[in-house]
């Protein structure tokens, strides 16, 4: 079905370090969205991926849509304590379709 | 340029009431998403308007309604609210069906 995999589903990290996350789906994704989340504010999106292979950097973030258009991945480099917050990998199914489908989220703890 | 803002920010409604909640979208966007997002998860899709005319929708009960303005500002309206109804709700605007989606900041909404 539509769903979206995303993992870790929290991680814990030293201020400086990089990060890794990823999303995986058993069917095809036309784009992928990647999100963050403060508490009580809604997402904000962070990288925009359209075609399968595309990798896409925003300052220390880096994003890649998967060739096979099942997965992506995104990587945060010398991670900093305003980091912190809940990742969303997000993507419009194949199809046309009109829904966003979000992941379950990483949650990202950066000690100074 | 304005984002998208939504009111109120929080409503704490009795089950079996009724409840509407309004977003602006962002200036120049013509299509609105609404989503809920329980604690915990990720936002699920409860449906799209595009110029007025509903769009898609997930998998919600005919109790979730919803309109879209000519000036492109949509309403959320909710009947005969259910414990389970409570969560944040987000709006997001977009320039076009697929495109990366601008979110508000959310209503929580708790039904006791």
């Known amino acids: 079905g539509q769903q979206l995999n995303q993992s870790p589903q929290s991680m814990f990290i030293q201020e400086g370090e990089d990060v890794s996350m990823n999303c995986t789906s058993s069917?095809?994704?036309?784009?992928w969205l990647w999100y963050k989340q403060d508490p009580g504010e809604g997402p904000v999106l962070l990288i925009a991926?359209?075609?399968?292979?595309e990798l896409t950097s925003n300052g220390r973030l880096t994003a890649q849509f998967g060739i096979t258009r099942k997965d992506s991945f995104l990587n945060i480099s010398a991670s900093i304590p305003s980091d912190v917050g809940i990742y969303f990998c997000?993507?419009?199914?194949?199809?046309?379709?009109?829904?966003?489908?979000f992941g379950k989220g990483t949650k990202l703890t950066v000690n100074p | 340029e304005t984002g998208v803002t939504q009111s109120p920010t929080h409503l704490i409604k009795t089950r079996g009431q009724q409840v509407t909640l309004r977003c602006s979208s962002q200036?120049?966007?013509?299509?609105v998403s609404w989503y809920q997002q329980a604690l915990g998860q990720g936002p699920q899709f409860i449906f799209q308007?595009?110029?007025?005319?509903?769009?898609g929708r997930g998998n919600f009960p005919p109790r979730f309604s919803g309109l879209q303005f000519p000036n492109y500002s949509s309403e959320l309206n909710v009947n005969a609210l259910e414990l389970d109804d409570s969560a944040l709700y987000l709006c997001?605007?977009?320039?076009?069906?697929?495109?990366?989606?601008?979110f508000g900041s959310g209503t929580r909404l708790t039904v006791v």
């Open positions: 991926l359209y075609k399968a292979g």
């Open positions: 069917s095809i994704f036309n784009t």
């Open positions: 308007y595009y110029r007025e005319e509903e769009n």
């Open positions: 997001a605007s977009s320039a076009d069906r697929n495109y990366g989606y601008t």
């Open positions: 997000a993507g419009f199914p194949g199809g046309g379709s009109e829904k966003l489908v």
């Open positions: 200036s120049g966007h013509n299509t």
